[in-house]
């Protein structure tokens, strides 16, 4: 334009009026792709003449030129658009769908009408109820525990004359008397006990069978109880319920069940053990592998208040870890410590070079003496297992001075054990009696006299690993028994049977004041700590439990322990909370009985501080346990507020969300894709912090119609007169809240525009009431306060939060969730971003409709030709919206949690050299052992980033902040086919360099195992400077109904994929896919077509959805955008009035035929029908005995054989060298440039899962590459590929949605670091 500019020659003597005009149509000119509108408020509008990209005031200032970095490329508008405006006409659009179809706006008015008043409880008061109600628990348990001890020591008393000396083996119990049961996760019959036993010796006391009318009468009078059992000291355990152990059919039992809280009851004390194990040249194969299990038995028998110390002995010593430390210091026993020494002790190989006994000697005592001097120590203990072979006779002489020099520098005893391994038939005498010198110390045979009077260890031959609890335990019992009568409680460890985290609680029986054995009991872990889990109040206060020790029992960042899947790791409650100087009084509330203490709020970055100032901290001690309850308030000064009696509507707009125990006739049920639901109202959902005693309400089975009228009558109860069915009072003002919303929601549901897009709504407080539309069941642990899309609103109050994508269980195919928290009630109806949260509203979207928003605004974003790649990333730089995620048949990989440093890694490395854009940051994962490397973008930013670097690009960018969003709006120009990579692990989510993070090294999201000291067992220093993550973000469960319930249910609504005849008409609509390559994955169709997923899956013909086989048939071809509506009634009478006339008609003349009925039958399946307006099922009759009033979900069973089905597994190759415990989620980032045939698929499923398809058609393919296509929000219903088409493609990838006890399978990358 310039150019010609220069060129064109006005006349000189043109009038002042054509001056103007020449000018003002230039002006024009200019200004007629571009425009801005300046509102009153100083807001700026962006207006295109030639599209009408928008159409709302925007609420943003105009900074579209202006860059963070003046050394950026300048910024440049695209076909006359500038970045900035695009990304306010997002964000102005992602508020409408907020304000309008989350109803945002009406919920805020519902609190901010309602009344909130001060907490009427102190802190004191609160903290002192929450521990008097985990010590009147105790208590329970502890006289339980006493009536079976009583019981045992009694059966003592009669044992030398009437001998109770048989066992009934476990492995004995037939396998047709043992069933699964839920509450003990295993196969258990409740009509007697089993043992688990050596060979029994004469008289040996083995009250077993005896014990099971008092195992039974304790589990019946309090059924949380889950194992009790008894360990003799012989060795005979017996266990109730009798059970078998998960170990094949040869039986071999894991015999240290229980052996260390056995040894920690009769010994409870510290013990200092130096444990040396021989795998020097002398050593047969079997040997070895005797050595080294004796070794891990007796690493394995010890407790955490137990120090031991660890050597390898050959010709030379070596230790577990870091030898300078080992040969200074021995670490605590705990499970980290256990791990890693038996990790060592599996690692040695058979050495080349004799074994220096002598050697190993000098390093055990030094190792003692270097101990005593930094603790006090009163005895310690040796134990040698070697096969005790002399170079030469005199060898021994040697060895035996050795160890009286080690007697001579102590001041206390040091007892010495020795363990023969010996193969069966080799006679080993000369190396035996060495051994027993060794173990008796019997100086005097070697001439060695210094005055030690060194007490006698034994020695134990060992030729099998058969029954090694028994052998080992008999080094331990040189030990002094002191046992006292008190109650003893184990750390959480994980239960091997029952798979669960539970606490071991124990007593010591006596008999004339000798032990005679252990009883105890385990106890869930989800049934003590049921308080502190679920503790959940207005503001921002929360609860946690330690021990007296600091060990941090539970604690919000933990998981909930009905959800774990392997041992916790315990660690110090300064490692695990996150303010700053919490260190300081640490020790306070370890030492005083109770008390309160302020400190600053200053957290650990990247811990939000959500705008408070202050966090006052109040605990109170457990008598009769060794717990201290701990309460946490942060707060500005400023009483907690909560809501306080909301007067319910006179309609009540809601069911309780067990559908399948409600009575059909009284509400219409329908199919919601794969989902029982209704759309007469909407679903009440009560988490179980809603209950006062949550622990009882997550039995599965223990919910009836009676319960579900009693929560019902107490919640819609206007008189508050009923008393509570166990529900929380303050939940019912929740429910009471809440439930406004349902109306304002039906009528966007048959009125809105956009609702083909969405798949449903639904609101939580912090307390766990939920509500949904259209209402479904949902499993009975569900918590939806452990969603992402809960805490990320949270975290950014105010803001319009975008999560996913993710494949929908409830059949919707992939999905996002968009939403916004509420917050608590202002008369003023003014907010801050410290105001505390009362709910969070929510709404889960296809993933095609951010695309629908994104090409509204953009529209050269899916434009033919353009080389212009558009995206929307979150604030943790996931991809929400790319062409990759919705490309045909799965090109670039599983949707699922895709980086920028994948999707986008061309710009990657040019981001993180943006000062302010984006910061690398890291956690401590306790629940996977795992240190969290991730990104956290600014959201606040302001203008547009570009290429920092000037000249000639082929990959030109520019990104800016959706704002009032998590969002960021991304345009790529890509030029050339130049590549370039964020480095990242192809094997393994192990980062490739845990040593070190720089902020500008691009690397994917990825972990680092989480080191612990060998020195103490516990954290590193490193480590312990890292926050911990803050959330563990749970992932939902399935529903799995009995067989064709689904199948006589008509669908909630109709899809007409069919009758959309363009992509752009197709794309995002629910359950619809534009289907364009052929059953191979690659050929294009002739004549591309919308159709239901279940067809056209991803866009290919006969594909077979992530759903897997499905029973149910693909949806009826109607209306995908049809919603009953009230004109049906109309409709219907209508319909009536002609049937009358026809009537009459037929009547009068008697000859005319019936066309009446013709006519009827020849309506528009867009018609409306009656049947259809009321949800109701073809010959509904027929089913209401089977539905009213029954269960119609599967009872809970044992899980489904499969390899490791219970657990998430590692999704990629794991590095020898780098422990991912079993059951490690993969929710977290990891490796970007995975081969999708290695990868584990980890979903972020929403609340159902359906059934693994066999082994055998599982696949595990690679992508195929074909141009953009459609929505990928999948088809609820898979069928097989129609006739005359070929099976689908082998190489289409499937995301595999891990399940317990059902599985699915779909492709996925995990690409997620979710410290939530």
Request: net charge negative; hydrophobic share 35%; aromatic share 10%.
């Amino acid at each position: 334009m310039v150019p010609k500019m220069m060129n064109f020659r006005i006349p000189l003597r043109w009038p002042p009026a054509l001056w103007g005009l020449l000018f003002w149509t230039a002006f024009c000119k200019i200004m007629s792709s571009y425009c801005l509108f300046r509102s009153d408020d100083g807001f700026v509008s962006y207006i295109n003449s030639s599209k009408h990209i928008h159409e709302l005031r925007l609420d943003i200032p105009r900074e579209s030129s202006s860059n963070m970095n003046g050394d950026e490329v300048p910024v440049e508008p695209i076909l006359g658009l500038y970045i900035q405006d695009i990304a306010s006409v997002l964000a102005t659009k992602l508020r409408v769908v907020s304000k309008d179809e989350l109803g945002v706006s009406k919920m805020q008015e519902v609190y901010d009408s309602s009344e909130f008043s001060p907490v009427d409880r102190s802190d004191h008061e609160i903290v002192w109820e929450l521990a008097d109600r985990l010590q009147m628990k105790l208590r329970k348990y502890i006289a339980v525990l006493n009536k079976s001890k009583a019981a045992i020591e009694e059966l003592f008393w009669r044992h030398p004359h009437r001998p109770y000396s048989s066992a009934y083996p476990c492995c004995d119990v037939p396998e047709k008397n043992i069933i699964y049961n839920e509450h003990f996760g295993a196969k258990v019959s409740k009509d007697f006990t089993c043992d688990i036993t050596p060979a029994l010796g004469q008289n040996a006391f083995s009250p077993g069978p005896n014990l099971t009318d008092v195992f039974s009468s304790n589990l019946k009078s309090h059924p949380t109880i889950k194992w009790q059992y008894f360990i003799s000291t012989s060795d005979i355990s017996s266990e109730y319920p009798a059970h078998h152990f998960d170990s094949g059919p040869s039986c071999q039992y894991e015999d240290t069940r229980h052996r260390d809280v056995f040894l920690a009851t009769v010994q409870p004390y510290s013990k200092t053990v130096v444990i040396i194990v021989d795998h020097g040249n002398s050593l047969s194969k079997n040997q070895l592998f005797t050595a080294k299990a004796v070794g891990k038995h007796l690493i394995t028998l010890l407790s955490y208040n137990d120090k031991v110390g660890l050597i390898a002995l050959s010709d030379v010593v070596t230790y577990p870890g870091n030898e300078n430390c080992s040969q200074q210091f021995m670490p605590f026993a705990t499970y980290e410590t256990k791990f890693h020494f038996t990790g060592f002790i599996d690692s040695l190989k058979k050495s080349k070079a004799p074994t220096n006994h002598s050697l190993g000697f000098e390093h055990a005592f030094k190792l003692i003496r270097l101990m005593a001097e930094s603790s006090d120590i009163s005895e310690a203990l040796i134990v040698y297992i070697s096969r005790g072979l002399l170079s030469s006779l005199e060898d021994a002489k040697g060895v035996m001075e050795t160890i009286a020099e080690g007697h001579l520098h102590a001041n206390f005893s040091i007892v010495i054990n020795t363990c023969a391994v010996i193969d069966d038939g080799k006679p080993l005498m000369l190396e035996k009696h060495f051994l027993q010198d060794i173990a008796e110390q019997n100086f005097l045979k070697y001439n060695i006299s210094n005055g030690i009077k060194a007490p006698k260890g034994i020695i134990q031959p060992v030729n099998s690993t058969k029954h090694l609890s028994l052998i080992t335990g008999k080094f331990y019992s040189v030990f002094n028994m002191s046992a006292k009568n008190d109650a003893l409680f184990s750390l959480p460890f994980w239960d091997n049977v029952g798979k669960g985290t539970v606490i071991s609680m124990t007593k010591p029986c006596f008999h004339l004041g000798d032990v005679v054995g252990v009883v105890g009991m385990d106890l869930h872990l989800s049934d003590l700590m049921e308080d502190i889990t679920y503790f959940n109040n207005y503001g921002s206060t929360y609860s946690f439990i330690i021990n007296k020790e600091g060990f941090t029992i539970m604690h919000p960042s933990f998981p909930r322990p009905i959800m774990a899947v392997e041992q916790p790791m315990l660690t110090d409650v300064t490692n695990v909370e996150n303010v700053v100087d919490f260190f300081k009084i640490r020790d306070l509330i370890l030492s005083n009985a109770s008390g309160s203490s302020k400190l600053p709020y200053k957290t650990k970055a990247p811990v939000p501080n959500f705008g408070k100032t202050k966090i006052t901290y109040s605990w109170q001690h457990l008598a009769d346990a060794p717990y201290v309850v701990v309460l946490a308030t942060i707060h500005n000064g400023g009483p907690l507020r909560e809501i306080k009696n909301i007067p319910l509507p006179r309609s009540v707009d809601f069911v309780y969300h067990r559908l399948d125990l409600l009575d059909s006739t009284k509400i219409s049920l329908c199919r919601h894709f794969r989902q029982l639901a209704t759309l007469d109202t909407g679903v009440i959902f009560l988490s179980p912090s809603c209950f006062q005693f949550p622990f009882k309400y997550l039995v599965p089975d223990d919910l009836s119609q009676l319960n579900i009228q009693s929560f019902m009558a107490y919640l819609t109860d206007t008189t508050k007169f009923l008393a509570t069915p166990g529900v929380k009072p303050a939940a019912r003002n929740d429910v009471a809240a809440i439930m406004q919303i349902m109306p304002h929601w039906k009528k966007q549901f048959y009125g809105s525009k956009l609702n083909k897009y969405i798949v449903r709504r639904y609101i939580v407080t912090p307390r766990g009431a939920f509500q949904m539309y259209p209402g479904s069941v949902l499993e009975h642990d569900f918590d939806p306060t452990r969603r992402s899309w809960f805490w990320e609103a949270v975290e950014q109050p105010g803001q319009v939060i975008v999560t996913g994508p993710r494949l929908d269980v409830g059949g919707a195919g992939y999905v996002v969730t968009l939403s916004h928290s509420i917050f608590e009630g202002q008369a003023s109806t003014r907010h801050e971003q410290s105001d505390s949260v009362a709910a969070v509203v929510a709404a889960d979207v296809t993933l095609g409709f951010l695309f629908v928003l994104m090409h509204q605004a953009a529209p050269f974003c899916n434009q033919a030709g353009m080389s212009v790649r558009c995206f929307l990333m979150d604030h943790r730089g996931y991809l929400v919206a790319h062409p990759s995620l919705v490309s045909p048949g799965g090109n670039g990989g599983p949707v699922e949690q895709r980086h920028v440093t994948h999707g986008e890694f061309n710009l990657a490395g040019d981001l993180l050299n943006h000062f302010g854009l984006v910061r690398k940051s890291l956690c401590n994962s306790f629940s996977d052992r795992t240190i969290q490397r991730f990104y956290r973008f600014n959201t606040s930013m302001s203008g547009v980033l570009t290429n920092l670097v000037h000249g000639e690009h082929c990959i030109k960018y520019q990104i800016t902040a959706v704002p009032g969003t998590n969002l960021f709006f991304g345009i790529v120009n890509s030029t050339c086919n130049v590549t370039t990579f964020c480095p990242c692990s192809t094997e393994g989510r192990l980062c490739l360099n845990c040593n070190r993070m720089e902020q500008n090294e691009c690397e994917c999201p990825c972990e680092c195992p989480l080191q612990v000291d060998v020195c103490t067992g516990h954290l590193g220093t490193k480590e312990t400077k890292n926050p911990s993550c803050p959330h563990v973000t749970e992932q939902s469960r399935s529903i799995v109904y009995k067989p064709a319930v689904l199948d006589i249910l008509k669908p909630c609504f109709l899809l007409n994929c069919e009758h959309y005849t363009s992509q752009s008409d197709c794309f995002g609509i629910v359950g619809c896919e534009w289907c364009q390559l052929d059953s191979d994955g690659k050929s294009p169709l002739k004549v591309p077509f919308c159709s239901q997923q279940a067809k056209c899956f991803n866009g290919v013909l006969g594909t077979q959805t992530p759903y897997g086989d499905s029973p149910l048939d693909p949806l009826p071809s109607e209306d995908a955008s049809f919603r009953p509506t009230p004109v049906g009634p109309v409709a219907g009478g209508i319909m009536g009035f002609f049937l009358i006339i026809a009537l009459i008609i037929y009547c009068y003349r008697h000859h005319v035929h019936r066309n009446n009925h013709s006519y009827l039958s020849s309506v528009p399946e867009t018609a409306v029908r009656m049947s259809q307006l009321d949800n109701e099922v073809d010959d509904v009759d027929s089913h209401e005995e089977s539905l009213s009033g029954n269960n119609i979900l599967l009872n809970r069973q044992e899980p489904i054989s499969a390899p490791d089905a219970g657990l998430a597994i590692s999704p990629y190759r794991v590095n020898t060298g780098y422990r991912r415990p079993p059951g490690g989620d993969s929710d977290h980032g990891y490796s970007t440039m995975t081969p999708h045939e290695d990868s584990e698929h980890i979903p972020t499923v929403e609340p159902l899962l359906l059934l693994l398809p066999p082994d055998s058609e599982r696949r595990h393919p690679t992508p195929s590459l074909s141009p953009p296509s459609s929505s990928r929000a999948s088809s609820p219903f898979p069928q097989s590929p129609p006739a005359g088409v070929s099976p689908p493609h082998p190489t289409l990838p499937l995301t595999v949605l891990p399940e317990q006890p059902n599985h699915l399978l779909a492709p996925v990358t995990v690409h997620m670091v979710d410290i939530h």
